[in-house]
Nanobody, 123 residues
């Protein structure tokens, strides 16, 4: 059974950093497009960043471009999100997701999801 488990969330002050991790089990992510999404208070879930199977292509939301970096280590079956310059607007639950089909960007449908990790940024 394919599973994604996120970790690394927590509480941090504005301007701080966090690094989220996502480990997959039950399948190998090396052929999957992977992404990070978030659910922030009062807003719909949004795509934060995606990365192609090879890691050669990424797609970021304008709101995080230049502050967040998505990366992956296929040998460790893992996905990461380095978040720098955090602000209160980044508070929310962050989800790891996977997509097997062709096409890799935030606008595509991701059928495999983790349970999320909470990120809280205090101003």
């Amino acid at each position: 059974q394919a599973q994604l488990v996120e970790s690394g969330g927590g509480s941090v002050q504005a301007g701080g950093s966090l690094r989220l991790s996502c480990v997959a089990s039950g399948y190998t992510i090396s052929t999957y497009c992977m992404g990070w999404f978030r659910q922030t208070p009062g807003k719909e879930r949004e795509g934060v960043a995606t990365i192609s199977a090879s890691g050669g292509s990424t797609d970021y939301a304008d709101s995080v471009e230049g502050r967040f970096t998505i990366s992956r280590n296929n040998a460790k079956n893992s996905l990461y999100l380095q978040m720098d310059g955090l602000s209160a607007e980044d508070t929310g639950v962050y989800y790891c997701a996977a997509r097997y089909r062709t096409g890799c960007a935030r606008a595509y449908i991701f059928p495999i999801w983790g349970h999320g990790t909470q990120v809280t940024v205090s101003s």
